[in-house]
């Protein structure tokens, strides 16, 4: 077996969207580098198949999952609570799960939802989490993000968009937002041992846009 297999043995990961895309293959490789791996997803048909795929895969991969609409509040609680109950420590935290509407909509908690699930949720989550990861260290907690952040056109006087809205620019100034949150929380949780990243990782095929049926088939 090849030793850098074992690199992340006896570390517990939780992934968000990671039925697809960057998130399943940021969990495949994650269990294949000997790490526990919890898969999130939003739809429980799915995540099982995701769950049974990555099992098929890999014989000797430690992954399970938990199942939460991350547009919801009180999903992401409900979803912290239930990783609080099954496990005892998290070493990584990993804020994957995104959208991009093209048609604004609102979540359950009346929050336009790319400002809901791309900012809003990986906040929540992480707040939650956070003396799991505090309690860890050394962990990590990374956000995926994407330099379309560098198009942002943020109004602190209609953050929802209700005014005029654009599906791009609500999606560039939601990752603008996560990353104005990676930096205040890197600051806050120095010296701790818990280190916080933004990551960007380049033009990938996904499911983003699938709430809009799958109208943009590449984002960055």
Partial sequence: MDQKENVMQNKICLVTG????????TARQLARLGAT????????????????????QNRAARVESLVADLSSQAQVRALAEQFKRAYARLDVLINNAGVAMMRRQESVDGIEMTFAVNVLAPFLLTHL???????????????????????AQFDF?????????DGLKAYRNSKLALLWFT?????????????????????????LTARNGGFYKWIV
Avoid: C, F, W
Avoid at 129 to 149: E, Y
Avoid at 157 to 165: H, I, L, P, S
Avoid at 186 to 193: E, Q
């Fill in 183 to 207: 930096y205040a929380l890197a600051r806050r949780l120095a010296g701790t041992g818990v280190t916080v990243n933004a990551l960007h990782p380049g033009m990938v095929k996904s499911n």
């Fill in 37 to 56: 791996v919890i898969i999130v997803g939003r739809d429980a048909t799915k995540t099982a198949a995701t769950l049974a795929q990555i099992r098929q």
């Fill in 18 to 25: 990671a039925t697809s895309g960057i998130g399943l293959e």
């Fill in 129 to 151: 989490l956070l003396d799991v990861l505090q309690a860890s260290a050394p962990s990590r907690i990374i956000n995926v993000g994407s330099a379309l952040h560098k198009q």
């Fill in 157 to 165: 006087a209609d953050v929802q968009m209700r005014r005029k809205y």
